[in-house]
């Protein structure tokens, strides 16, 4: 699988999130090399399921429009 690479500004915000988070809910203080260390690990051992739902729901959404497109095109088909 594909490492998935952020920008410099990204990853940063990634890595405030994750030290936010586990400050407030966990009440541990995450250093920018830890914070950096488990971004990398969510991203490689858990980005793929979370890829491949959004791929999932994409797959949806368009199944449904195509289902409206279907339903219109019935709507101003001519009598023969």
Known sequence: M???????????QLIGKLQNYCETELDLELG????????????????????????????????DKMDQLSEAIDEIEKPV
């Open 2 to 12: 594909t490492t998935i690479k952020f920008t410099p500004e990204t990853k940063g």
């Open 32 to 63: 920018q090399f830890d914070g950096e260390f488990l971004l990398d690990f969510i991203s490689k051992e858990l980005g793929a399921y979370y890829y491949n739902q959004g791929l999932y729901d994409a797959q949806a959404v368009l199944a």
